[in-house]
């Protein structure tokens, strides 16, 4: 399963991206001593997932070929990467997986998801009214599970956007268009987003493309969004 997971990642990226997927609930190398204050005061939960991203991380360091390094979390929480690199961590329904490579000129956004449909209750916050406005195209049932892809691909785009913009910014700052059936999607800054310096260049009107999978078994059954920005 962990395998299946990480080739549906990697085949959403570039193939000078690393992937690492690991069990949140393995047994893995305790903290660095820089990366114990981000979670000093967690829940065992939540310890148990910053750990088990670290320890991706580390692993997506030797995939590049790399001695594994300590990823400290700013005061934001974002991950601070080591000097030339550029990764993305996120977790979901048990797994834990990060991607990384040389920056090179790119940054790497990654979100992956259970595929449990979106509360419609959070649909208001999360979504744009014109993406409300397309979910009621869709068959009812049906309409969550796209709701919650969106709400992936929103994840995946900040991800990428942060190191470049420095912006923490809404759901609304962004607008995606679902496309060929919801396999592929489209990111663009909306007027909201369009205040934000930095955020038009990378989401222009005519959208940013977003690499999307699941959910399938072959990917363990997780919704995926792949993200990678110019920088």
Same mark, same amino acid.
């Given at each position: 399963?962990?395998? =299946?997971? *990480?080739?549906?990642?990697?085949?959403?990226?570039?193939?000078?991206?690393?992937?690492?997927?690991?069990?949140?609930?393995?047994?893995?190398?305790?903290?660095?001593?820089?990366?114990?204050?981000?979670?000093?005061?967690? +829940?065992?939960?939540?310890?148990?997932?910053?750990?088990?991203?670290?320890?991706?991380? !580390?692993?997506?360091?030797?995939?590049?070929?790399?001695?594994?390094?300590?990823?400290?979390?700013?005061?934001?929480?974002?991950?601070?990467?080591?000097? #030339?690199?550029? /990764?993305?961590?996120?977790?979901?329904? #048990?797994?834990? $997986?990060?991607?990384?490579?040389? *920056?090179? /000129?790119?940054?790497? #956004?990654?979100? @992956?998801?259970?595929?449990?449909?979106?509360?419609?209750?959070?649909?208001?916050?999360?979504?744009?009214?014109?993406?409300?406005?397309?979910?009621?195209?869709?068959?009812?049932? $049906?309409? /969550?599970?796209?709701?919650? !892809? @969106?709400?992936?691909?929103? *994840?995946?785009?900040?991800?990428?956007?942060?190191?470049?913009?420095?912006? +923490?910014?809404?759901?609304? $700052?962004? =607008?995606?268009?679902?496309?060929?059936?919801?396999?592929?999607?489209?990111?663009?800054?909306?007027?909201?987003? =369009?205040?934000?310096?930095?955020?038009? $260049?990378?989401?222009?009107?005519? /959208?940013?493309?977003?690499?999307?999978?699941?959910?399938?078994?072959?990917?363990? #059954?997780?919704?995926?969004?792949?993200?990678?920005?110019?920088?």
């Amino acid at each position: 399963m962990i395998q =299946q997971i *990480e080739d549906r990642i990697a085949a959403l990226y570039h193939a000078d991206v690393a992937v690492a997927v690991l069990p949140v609930a393995a047994d893995h190398p305790p903290l660095l001593p820089v990366e114990e204050p981000a979670i000093a005061r967690a +829940v065992p939960g939540r310890r148990a997932e910053f750990t088990a991203g670290r320890a991706a991380a !580390r692993l997506a360091m030797q995939r590049l070929g790399l001695m594994p390094q300590a990823v400290p979390a700013a005061p934001d929480r974002s991950p601070i990467w080591p000097a #030339g690199l550029t /990764g993305s961590i996120s977790h979901a329904a #048990g797994f834990c $997986a990060a991607v990384l490579a040389r *920056e090179a /000129g790119q940054r790497l #956004g990654l979100d @992956i998801e259970d595929p449990a449909p979106l509360d419609t209750d959070l649909w208001p916050l999360v979504l744009t009214p014109d993406e409300i406005a397309s979910l009621d195209l869709l068959p009812a049932t $049906a309409r /969550g599970l796209a709701a919650k !892809r @969106i709400f992936g691909i929103k *994840e995946a785009a900040y991800k990428a956007q942060f190191p470049l913009t420095g912006a +923490v910014i809404g759901f609304q $700052a962004l =607008q995606v268009t679902l496309t060929d059936g919801g396999a592929a999607a489209r990111v663009a800054a909306t007027r909201i987003g =369009q205040r934000v310096p930095g955020l038009a $260049a990378l989401f222009p009107a005519s /959208g940013t493309g977003c690499g999307l999978a699941g959910p399938d078994d072959r990917g363990g #059954g997780l919704l995926i969004a792949a993200m990678t920005l110019p920088s």
